[in-house]
Protein backbone atom coordinates (compact mmCIF):
# COMPACT_ATOMS: atom_id res chain seq x y z
CA UNK A 1 0.00 0.00 0.00
CA UNK A 2 1.30 3.46 -1.11
CA UNK A 3 0.21 6.51 0.35
CA UNK A 4 -0.34 9.82 -1.56
CA UNK A 5 1.33 7.76 -5.07
CA UNK A 6 -0.88 10.86 -7.05
CA UNK A 7 1.18 13.81 -5.10
CA UNK A 8 4.38 11.78 -6.67
CA UNK A 9 6.13 13.25 -9.73
CA UNK A 10 5.99 11.54 -12.88
CA UNK A 11 9.21 10.25 -12.62
CA UNK A 12 9.07 9.11 -9.13
CA UNK A 13 5.95 7.35 -9.46
CA UNK A 14 8.15 5.16 -12.56
CA UNK A 15 10.89 4.91 -9.90
CA UNK A 16 8.28 3.47 -7.19
CA UNK A 17 6.73 1.31 -10.00
CA UNK A 18 10.37 -0.10 -11.23
CA UNK A 19 11.05 -1.18 -7.74
CA UNK A 20 8.04 -2.50 -6.38
CA UNK A 21 6.88 -4.67 -9.43
CA UNK A 22 10.02 -4.91 -11.54
CA UNK A 23 12.78 -5.34 -9.40
CA UNK A 24 14.57 -2.10 -9.97
CA UNK A 25 15.08 -3.57 -13.67
CA UNK A 26 15.82 -0.59 -15.89
CA UNK A 27 13.97 -2.22 -19.10
CA UNK A 28 10.69 -1.05 -17.74
CA UNK A 29 11.33 2.59 -17.40
CA UNK A 30 12.38 2.08 -20.96
CA UNK A 31 9.32 1.23 -22.21
CA UNK A 32 7.09 4.14 -20.56
CA UNK A 33 9.94 6.83 -21.49
CA UNK A 34 9.95 5.37 -25.06
CA UNK A 35 6.41 6.17 -25.82
CA UNK A 36 6.92 9.74 -23.89
CA UNK A 37 6.38 12.55 -26.59
CA UNK A 38 9.40 14.51 -27.55
CA UNK A 39 6.79 17.37 -27.26
CA UNK A 40 7.12 18.58 -23.94
CA UNK A 41 4.37 20.67 -24.18
CA UNK A 42 2.17 17.66 -26.22
CA UNK A 43 3.42 15.26 -23.16
CA UNK A 44 2.06 18.14 -20.81
CA UNK A 45 -1.19 17.44 -22.29
CA UNK A 46 -2.02 14.21 -22.28
CA UNK A 47 -0.30 14.13 -18.83
CA UNK A 48 -3.35 16.38 -17.77
CA UNK A 49 -6.21 13.89 -19.39
CA UNK A 50 -6.07 11.45 -16.16
CA UNK A 51 -4.44 11.18 -12.94
CA UNK A 52 -1.18 9.07 -12.46
CA UNK A 53 -0.30 9.29 -16.20
CA UNK A 54 3.33 7.44 -17.00
CA UNK A 55 3.13 7.51 -20.30
CA UNK A 56 0.82 6.96 -23.87
CA UNK A 57 -0.20 3.86 -25.07
CA UNK A 58 -0.38 3.98 -28.99
CA UNK A 59 -3.27 2.66 -31.02
CA UNK A 60 -3.19 2.74 -34.53
CA UNK A 61 -5.00 5.44 -36.29
CA UNK A 62 -6.56 4.38 -39.75
CA UNK A 63 -8.54 5.58 -42.21
CA UNK A 64 -11.64 3.69 -44.42
CA UNK A 65 -11.82 5.71 -47.57
CA UNK A 66 -15.21 6.22 -50.06
CA UNK A 67 -18.08 6.67 -47.52
CA UNK A 68 -20.51 7.88 -49.69
CA UNK A 69 -23.64 8.94 -47.04
CA UNK A 70 -26.46 11.18 -48.13
CA UNK A 71 -24.27 11.74 -51.20
CA UNK A 72 -21.08 13.46 -49.87
CA UNK A 73 -17.63 11.47 -49.40
CA UNK A 74 -16.04 10.80 -46.13
CA UNK A 75 -12.48 8.70 -45.04
CA UNK A 76 -13.39 7.78 -42.03
CA UNK A 77 -10.91 7.99 -38.89
CA UNK A 78 -10.70 4.52 -36.66
CA UNK A 79 -8.37 3.69 -34.17
CA UNK A 80 -8.31 -0.09 -33.37
CA UNK A 81 -6.17 -2.53 -32.10
CA UNK A 82 -7.76 -5.28 -34.06
CA UNK A 83 -5.80 -6.06 -37.64
CA UNK A 84 -8.77 -6.51 -40.13
CA UNK A 85 -11.47 -3.91 -38.59
CA UNK A 86 -10.20 -0.93 -41.13
CA UNK A 87 -9.72 -3.01 -44.24
CA UNK A 88 -13.51 -4.91 -43.47
CA UNK A 89 -15.04 -0.92 -43.18
CA UNK A 90 -13.14 0.19 -46.53
CA UNK A 91 -14.08 -3.15 -48.39
CA UNK A 92 -17.61 -2.67 -47.57
CA UNK A 93 -17.35 1.07 -48.10
CA UNK A 94 -16.13 0.28 -51.97
CA UNK A 95 -19.09 -2.22 -52.66
CA UNK A 96 -22.10 0.09 -51.13
CA UNK A 97 -20.35 4.09 -52.78
CA UNK A 98 -21.45 1.85 -56.19
CA UNK A 99 -24.95 1.14 -55.26
CA UNK A 100 -25.33 4.95 -53.87
CA UNK A 101 -23.96 4.75 -51.23
CA UNK A 102 -25.38 5.08 -47.50
CA UNK A 103 -28.53 6.79 -47.09
CA UNK A 104 -29.04 7.74 -43.14
CA UNK A 105 -31.12 9.86 -41.30
CA UNK A 106 -31.14 11.19 -37.42
CA UNK A 107 -34.33 9.68 -35.84
CA UNK A 108 -34.63 12.28 -32.86
CA UNK A 109 -31.13 13.63 -30.79
CA UNK A 110 -33.18 13.49 -27.19
CA UNK A 111 -31.09 13.07 -23.98
CA UNK A 112 -32.60 11.77 -20.47
CA UNK A 113 -31.57 12.27 -17.17
CA UNK A 114 -32.80 11.83 -13.92
CA UNK A 115 -33.03 13.22 -10.02
CA UNK A 116 -33.57 9.72 -8.05
CA UNK A 117 -35.03 10.54 -4.95
CA UNK A 118 -37.62 9.12 -1.97
CA UNK A 119 -40.04 10.29 -0.12
CA UNK A 120 -41.68 9.30 2.43
CA UNK A 121 -45.10 11.04 2.18
CA UNK A 122 -48.61 9.45 1.37
CA UNK A 123 -49.77 12.18 -0.66
CA UNK A 124 -49.04 11.13 -4.22
CA UNK A 125 -50.99 13.21 -5.99
CA UNK A 126 -50.10 16.27 -3.40
CA UNK A 127 -46.17 15.76 -4.35
CA UNK A 128 -47.56 15.47 -7.81
CA UNK A 129 -49.18 19.66 -8.00
CA UNK A 130 -46.32 20.56 -6.08
CA UNK A 131 -43.99 19.14 -8.54
CA UNK A 132 -46.28 20.61 -11.66
CA UNK A 133 -46.53 24.02 -9.14
CA UNK A 134 -42.84 24.41 -9.57
CA UNK A 135 -41.98 23.64 -12.76
CA UNK A 136 -41.11 26.69 -14.00
CA UNK A 137 -38.36 27.37 -11.23
CA UNK A 138 -36.44 24.19 -12.62
CA UNK A 139 -36.11 26.34 -15.67
CA UNK A 140 -35.42 29.60 -14.22
CA UNK A 141 -33.10 28.63 -11.83
CA UNK A 142 -30.97 26.72 -14.66
CA UNK A 143 -30.72 29.98 -16.96
CA UNK A 144 -27.42 30.32 -16.05
CA UNK A 145 -26.59 26.91 -16.66
CA UNK A 146 -28.86 26.92 -20.15
CA UNK A 147 -28.61 30.03 -21.12
CA UNK A 148 -25.79 29.21 -23.83
CA UNK A 149 -27.33 25.79 -25.11
CA UNK A 150 -30.36 27.65 -25.56
CA UNK A 151 -28.72 30.20 -27.89
CA UNK A 152 -27.71 27.15 -29.62
CA UNK A 153 -31.14 25.77 -30.28
CA UNK A 154 -30.71 23.03 -27.53
CA UNK A 155 -31.78 22.99 -23.05
CA UNK A 156 -33.90 21.80 -21.27
CA UNK A 157 -37.01 19.97 -23.06
CA UNK A 158 -39.65 18.97 -20.25
CA UNK A 159 -39.65 17.48 -16.73
CA UNK A 160 -41.52 15.02 -15.41
CA UNK A 161 -42.25 13.32 -11.82
CA UNK A 162 -42.18 9.14 -12.03
CA UNK A 163 -43.55 6.99 -9.27
CA UNK A 164 -41.23 4.20 -9.15
CA UNK A 165 -42.15 3.11 -5.54
CA UNK A 166 -43.44 -0.01 -7.18
CA UNK A 167 -39.75 -1.20 -7.90
CA UNK A 168 -38.02 0.57 -4.77
CA UNK A 169 -40.23 1.33 -1.82
CA UNK A 170 -40.81 5.28 -1.44
CA UNK A 171 -38.65 5.95 -4.99
CA UNK A 172 -39.61 8.60 -7.37
CA UNK A 173 -37.93 10.21 -10.55
CA UNK A 174 -37.53 13.83 -11.80
CA UNK A 175 -37.21 12.54 -15.35
CA UNK A 176 -35.75 15.55 -17.66
CA UNK A 177 -35.34 15.95 -21.20
CA UNK A 178 -32.97 17.80 -22.88
CA UNK A 179 -31.32 18.95 -26.39
CA UNK A 180 -27.45 19.32 -26.25
CA UNK A 181 -26.95 20.22 -30.11
CA UNK A 182 -23.27 19.29 -31.03
CA UNK A 183 -22.22 18.16 -27.23
CA UNK A 184 -22.39 14.96 -25.95
CA UNK A 185 -23.90 16.82 -23.24
CA UNK A 186 -22.45 14.83 -19.70
CA UNK A 187 -21.49 17.96 -17.90
CA UNK A 188 -24.36 19.87 -18.71
CA UNK A 189 -27.03 17.33 -18.17
CA UNK A 190 -25.79 16.58 -15.01
CA UNK A 191 -25.23 20.27 -13.22
CA UNK A 192 -28.81 20.92 -14.62
CA UNK A 193 -29.77 18.00 -12.57
CA UNK A 194 -27.82 18.96 -9.04
CA UNK A 195 -29.88 22.06 -9.68
CA UNK A 196 -32.85 20.52 -10.10
CA UNK A 197 -32.52 18.77 -6.56
CA UNK A 198 -31.50 21.85 -5.03
CA UNK A 199 -34.59 23.20 -6.28
CA UNK A 200 -36.44 20.21 -5.38
CA UNK A 201 -35.21 20.57 -1.47
CA UNK A 202 -35.78 24.50 -1.60
CA UNK A 203 -39.43 23.88 -2.51
CA UNK A 204 -40.25 21.17 -0.14
CA UNK A 205 -39.23 23.61 2.55
CA UNK A 206 -41.06 26.59 1.13
CA UNK A 207 -44.66 24.25 0.40
CA UNK A 208 -46.61 22.81 2.85
CA UNK A 209 -45.03 19.77 2.07
CA UNK A 210 -42.66 18.08 4.94
CA UNK A 211 -39.21 18.53 3.59
CA UNK A 212 -37.49 15.85 5.66
CA UNK A 213 -39.62 13.54 3.69
CA UNK A 214 -37.52 14.04 0.92
CA UNK A 215 -33.99 12.50 0.65
CA UNK A 216 -32.46 13.48 -2.86
CA UNK A 217 -30.27 9.89 -3.59
CA UNK A 218 -28.38 10.58 -6.77
CA UNK A 219 -28.12 13.03 -10.01
CA UNK A 220 -26.91 11.36 -13.40
CA UNK A 221 -27.95 11.94 -17.23
CA UNK A 222 -28.39 8.09 -18.78
CA UNK A 223 -26.29 6.71 -20.90
CA UNK A 224 -29.31 4.71 -22.13
CA UNK A 225 -29.93 7.09 -25.18
CA UNK A 226 -32.90 5.11 -27.36
CA UNK A 227 -34.10 8.75 -27.96
CA UNK A 228 -30.98 10.42 -29.66
CA UNK A 229 -31.17 7.75 -32.65
CA UNK A 230 -30.03 7.09 -35.69
CA UNK A 231 -31.01 4.93 -39.16
CA UNK A 232 -28.35 4.19 -42.02
CA UNK A 233 -29.56 1.77 -44.72
CA UNK A 234 -27.84 0.41 -47.99
CA UNK A 235 -30.10 -0.49 -50.58
CA UNK A 236 -29.43 -2.26 -54.32
CA UNK A 237 -31.10 -4.50 -56.55
CA UNK A 238 -30.77 -7.72 -55.48
CA UNK A 239 -29.18 -8.97 -58.52
CA UNK A 240 -26.30 -6.21 -57.72
CA UNK A 241 -25.27 -8.63 -54.91
CA UNK A 242 -22.34 -9.75 -56.33
CA UNK A 243 -19.68 -10.35 -53.78
CA UNK A 244 -16.72 -12.08 -55.69
CA UNK A 245 -17.19 -15.53 -55.27
CA UNK A 246 -18.93 -18.32 -57.25
CA UNK A 247 -21.90 -17.93 -55.11
CA UNK A 248 -24.98 -16.27 -57.54
CA UNK A 249 -26.07 -12.40 -56.39
CA UNK A 250 -29.18 -14.24 -55.17
CA UNK A 251 -27.85 -17.10 -53.38
CA UNK A 252 -25.80 -14.62 -51.41
CA UNK A 253 -28.82 -12.48 -50.49
CA UNK A 254 -30.43 -15.19 -49.28
CA UNK A 255 -27.93 -16.54 -47.16
CA UNK A 256 -27.02 -12.91 -45.57
CA UNK A 257 -30.44 -12.35 -44.67
CA UNK A 258 -30.62 -16.12 -43.03
CA UNK A 259 -27.38 -14.87 -41.08
CA UNK A 260 -29.22 -11.34 -40.28
CA UNK A 261 -32.72 -13.32 -39.02
CA UNK A 262 -30.39 -15.43 -37.23
CA UNK A 263 -28.70 -12.76 -35.72
CA UNK A 264 -32.05 -11.49 -34.77
CA UNK A 265 -33.58 -14.60 -32.87
CA UNK A 266 -30.28 -16.09 -31.23
CA UNK A 267 -28.80 -13.73 -28.31
CA UNK A 268 -25.58 -15.66 -28.47
CA UNK A 269 -25.15 -14.93 -32.31
CA UNK A 270 -26.51 -11.35 -31.72
CA UNK A 271 -24.10 -10.80 -29.11
CA UNK A 272 -20.96 -11.76 -31.48
CA UNK A 273 -23.12 -9.89 -34.81
CA UNK A 274 -23.12 -6.46 -32.58
CA UNK A 275 -19.76 -7.03 -31.43
CA UNK A 276 -18.42 -6.83 -35.00
CA UNK A 277 -20.68 -3.65 -35.99
CA UNK A 278 -19.21 -1.98 -32.36
CA UNK A 279 -15.49 -2.79 -34.15
CA UNK A 280 -16.96 -0.31 -36.51
CA UNK A 281 -18.40 2.44 -34.01
CA UNK A 282 -15.65 2.24 -31.20
CA UNK A 283 -13.12 2.73 -33.95
CA UNK A 284 -14.56 5.98 -34.89
CA UNK A 285 -16.15 6.79 -31.29
CA UNK A 286 -12.27 6.57 -30.49
CA UNK A 287 -10.84 8.79 -33.20
CA UNK A 288 -13.24 11.56 -32.66
CA UNK A 289 -12.71 11.61 -29.07
CA UNK A 290 -15.99 10.41 -27.90
CA UNK A 291 -17.22 8.06 -25.08
CA UNK A 292 -16.85 4.39 -26.17
CA UNK A 293 -18.50 3.28 -23.00
CA UNK A 294 -21.30 5.13 -23.01
CA UNK A 295 -21.82 4.53 -26.42
CA UNK A 296 -21.03 0.35 -25.94
CA UNK A 297 -23.53 0.11 -23.07
CA UNK A 298 -26.61 1.94 -24.60
CA UNK A 299 -25.89 0.17 -27.84
CA UNK A 300 -26.23 -3.30 -26.10
CA UNK A 301 -29.41 -2.03 -23.83
CA UNK A 302 -30.99 -0.58 -27.30
CA UNK A 303 -30.56 -4.26 -28.78
CA UNK A 304 -32.37 -5.17 -25.41
CA UNK A 305 -35.09 -2.98 -25.19
CA UNK A 306 -38.07 -5.41 -26.71
CA UNK A 307 -36.96 -8.05 -24.01
CA UNK A 308 -34.22 -10.47 -25.56
CA UNK A 309 -31.39 -9.25 -26.82
CA UNK A 310 -31.01 -8.87 -30.61
CA UNK A 311 -29.01 -7.23 -33.90
CA UNK A 312 -28.90 -4.33 -34.50
CA UNK A 313 -28.44 -4.66 -38.19
CA UNK A 314 -31.68 -6.02 -40.09
CA UNK A 315 -32.47 -6.94 -43.77
CA UNK A 316 -35.42 -7.27 -45.76
CA UNK A 317 -35.65 -8.92 -49.56
CA UNK A 318 -38.79 -7.84 -51.31
CA UNK A 319 -39.48 -6.41 -54.94
CA UNK A 320 -36.27 -7.70 -55.96
CA UNK A 321 -34.41 -5.14 -54.05
CA UNK A 322 -32.08 -5.65 -50.97
CA UNK A 323 -32.16 -3.57 -47.87
CA UNK A 324 -29.62 -3.48 -44.88
CA UNK A 325 -29.91 -1.30 -42.37
CA UNK A 326 -29.19 -0.52 -38.78
CA UNK A 327 -30.48 1.35 -36.25
CA UNK A 328 -28.44 2.44 -33.07
CA UNK A 329 -28.68 5.20 -30.34
CA UNK A 330 -24.96 7.28 -30.22
CA UNK A 331 -24.69 10.53 -28.06
CA UNK A 332 -21.89 11.58 -29.87
CA UNK A 333 -20.42 15.77 -29.90
CA UNK A 334 -18.05 17.44 -31.81
CA UNK A 335 -17.43 20.33 -29.60
CA UNK A 336 -16.85 19.86 -25.69
CA UNK A 337 -15.03 16.75 -24.35
CA UNK A 338 -11.05 16.16 -25.26
CA UNK A 339 -13.02 17.03 -29.00
CA UNK A 340 -10.74 20.71 -29.01
CA UNK A 341 -7.55 19.53 -26.74
CA UNK A 342 -6.48 15.99 -28.72
CA UNK A 343 -4.61 16.65 -31.59
CA UNK A 344 -5.28 13.20 -33.13
CA UNK A 345 -8.81 14.03 -32.62
CA UNK A 346 -8.89 17.25 -34.15
CA UNK A 347 -7.49 15.97 -36.76
CA UNK A 348 -9.84 13.45 -37.19
CA UNK A 349 -13.22 15.93 -37.21
CA UNK A 350 -11.12 18.05 -39.74
CA UNK A 351 -10.60 15.14 -41.75
CA UNK A 352 -14.42 14.59 -42.05
CA UNK A 353 -14.88 18.47 -42.41
CA UNK A 354 -16.01 19.18 -38.98
CA UNK A 355 -18.85 17.74 -38.95
CA UNK A 356 -22.01 18.43 -36.29
CA UNK A 357 -23.28 15.61 -33.83
CA UNK A 358 -25.72 14.68 -35.59
CA UNK A 359 -23.63 14.20 -39.16
CA UNK A 360 -20.93 12.56 -36.66
CA UNK A 361 -24.17 10.18 -35.71
CA UNK A 362 -24.43 9.29 -38.92
CA UNK A 363 -20.92 8.63 -40.59
CA UNK A 364 -20.65 6.00 -37.29
CA UNK A 365 -23.31 4.64 -37.74
CA UNK A 366 -22.80 4.01 -41.45
CA UNK A 367 -19.38 2.36 -40.57
CA UNK A 368 -21.17 0.14 -37.83
CA UNK A 369 -23.71 -1.29 -40.95
CA UNK A 370 -20.23 -0.99 -43.19
CA UNK A 371 -18.59 -3.41 -40.93
CA UNK A 372 -21.12 -5.95 -40.17
CA UNK A 373 -21.84 -5.88 -43.75
CA UNK A 374 -18.14 -7.34 -44.55
CA UNK A 375 -18.48 -9.80 -41.69
CA UNK A 376 -21.48 -11.05 -42.84
CA UNK A 377 -20.26 -11.31 -46.20
CA UNK A 378 -17.29 -13.18 -45.24
CA UNK A 379 -18.71 -15.47 -42.63
CA UNK A 380 -21.40 -16.55 -45.67
CA UNK A 381 -19.24 -17.09 -47.75
CA UNK A 382 -15.59 -17.49 -47.47
CA UNK A 383 -15.47 -17.91 -43.67
CA UNK A 384 -13.99 -15.03 -41.61
CA UNK A 385 -10.39 -16.86 -41.29
CA UNK A 386 -9.14 -16.11 -44.28
CA UNK A 387 -9.33 -12.11 -44.39
CA UNK A 388 -8.71 -11.85 -40.80
CA UNK A 389 -5.93 -14.14 -40.82
CA UNK A 390 -4.46 -12.13 -43.97
CA UNK A 391 -4.76 -8.93 -41.53
CA UNK A 392 -3.14 -11.14 -38.64
CA UNK A 393 -0.36 -12.34 -40.18
CA UNK A 394 2.04 -9.13 -39.91
CA UNK A 395 1.32 -9.35 -36.22
CA UNK A 396 1.86 -13.02 -35.62
CA UNK A 397 5.27 -12.20 -38.02
CA UNK A 398 6.05 -9.17 -35.96
CA UNK A 399 6.05 -10.84 -32.90
CA UNK A 400 8.62 -13.63 -34.47
CA UNK A 401 10.82 -10.75 -35.39
CA UNK A 402 11.10 -11.35 -38.84
CA UNK A 403 12.68 -8.95 -40.86
CA UNK A 404 10.73 -6.96 -43.87
CA UNK A 405 12.28 -9.44 -46.77
CA UNK A 406 10.90 -12.75 -44.08
CA UNK A 407 7.86 -10.90 -43.98
CA UNK A 408 7.57 -10.47 -48.04
CA UNK A 409 8.32 -14.18 -49.25
CA UNK A 410 5.75 -15.03 -46.31
CA UNK A 411 3.31 -13.16 -46.95
CA UNK A 412 3.60 -13.53 -50.69
CA UNK A 413 3.47 -17.64 -49.79
CA UNK A 414 -0.11 -17.40 -48.14
CA UNK A 415 -1.39 -15.05 -50.62
CA UNK A 416 -4.34 -18.14 -51.61
CA UNK A 417 -4.21 -19.75 -48.20
CA UNK A 418 -5.55 -18.77 -45.27
CA UNK A 419 -2.88 -19.19 -42.63
CA UNK A 420 -3.03 -20.92 -39.35
CA UNK A 421 -0.59 -19.65 -36.59
CA UNK A 422 1.07 -23.20 -36.37
CA UNK A 423 1.93 -22.78 -40.44
CA UNK A 424 3.53 -19.26 -40.11
CA UNK A 425 5.28 -20.52 -37.64
CA UNK A 426 6.53 -22.79 -39.59
CA UNK A 427 7.17 -20.85 -42.69
CA UNK A 428 9.07 -18.45 -40.85
CA UNK A 429 11.50 -20.70 -39.42
CA UNK A 430 11.73 -22.14 -43.33
CA UNK A 431 12.56 -19.35 -44.63
CA UNK A 432 14.98 -18.58 -41.51
CA UNK A 433 17.44 -21.09 -42.17
CA UNK A 434 17.19 -20.59 -45.89
CA UNK A 435 14.76 -23.04 -47.09
CA UNK A 436 12.60 -21.80 -50.36
CA UNK A 437 8.50 -22.17 -49.33
CA UNK A 438 6.95 -24.11 -52.29
C1 LIG B 1 -14.65 -10.11 -34.92
O1 LIG B 1 -14.03 -9.07 -34.22
C2 LIG B 1 -16.06 -9.72 -35.30
C3 LIG B 1 -16.90 -10.83 -35.93
O2 LIG B 1 -16.91 -11.97 -35.08
C4 LIG B 1 -18.29 -10.27 -36.12
C5 LIG B 1 -19.31 -11.29 -36.56
O3 LIG B 1 -19.17 -12.49 -36.26
O4 LIG B 1 -20.31 -10.85 -37.14
C6 LIG B 1 -16.31 -11.27 -37.24
Given at each position: MIKGFSKLTKVAKIEWLVQE??????KAREILENYWHSDVKLQKLHDEF?????SNFYLPFGVAPNFLINGKEYAVPMVTEESSVVAAAAKSAGFWYDKGGFKATVKSTTKIGHVHFTWKGDDKEGLQDFITRINDKFYSETESITKNMQKRGGGILGITLIDKTADVPNYYQLEAEFETCDSMGANFINTCLEKFADVLKTEMSNSGLNPNEVEVIMCILSNFTPKCLVRVEGSCPIEQMVEGTEMTAEAFAERFTTAVRIAETQPYRAVTHNKGIMNGIDSVILATGNDFRAIEASAHAYASKDGQYTSLTHVDMSDGQFKFWIEVPLALGTVGGITGLHPMVKFAHQLMGNPSASELMMITAAVGLAQNFSALRSLTTTGIQQGHMKMHLLNILNQLEATDQEKKIIVKYFIKNTPHHAEVVEAFKKVRGGEILS
Open positions: YFEGNEIENTI
